[in-house]
Nanobody
Framework: QVQLVESGGGLVQPGGSLRLSCAAS????????MRWNRQATGKQREWLAI???????NYVDSVKGRFTISRDNSKNTVYLQMNSLKPEDTAVYYC???????????WGQGTQVTVSS
């Protein structure tokens, strides 16, 4: 069973930056994909970013140019660098791991990000 632990959330002012971390219990190099997602209070979970085993990345339009997903295979950790944060970015941020295309997703418990003055 893959275990994922998110960290790095907190309170930040609009325009500020945060870097979230997702530490995995095993190798992420063998994973088909790692993703970042978020869920605001009262809203559906929203996919944000993906990085695949070949290093390809993609993002939802609302965070393109502001957020960057990356990984450090030696640390079995995936990161989400978030810049130019907006109040509407306030949410619980989750990572998920997918070992095979069309296979199951494994989720972390999330880390709260609050963007407010």
């Amino acid at each position: 069973q893959v275990q994922l632990v998110e960290s790095g959330g907190g309170l930040v002012q609009p325009g500020g930056s945060l870097r979230l971390s997702c530490a995995a219990s095993g190798s992420i190099a063998s994973m088909y994909a790692m993703r970042w997602n978020r869920q605001a209070t009262g809203k559906q979970r929203e996919w944000l970013a993906i990085i695949t085993s070949d290093g390809s990345t993609n993002y939802v339009d609302s965070v393109k140019g502001r957020f960057t997903i990356s990984r450090d295979n030696s640390k079995n950790t995936v990161y989400l660098q978030m810049n130019s944060l907006k109040p509407e970015d306030t949410a619980v941020y989750y990572c998920d791991a997918q070992a095979q295309r069309y296979g199951p997703h494994y989720w972390g418990q999330g880390t709260q990000v609050t963007v407010s003055s």
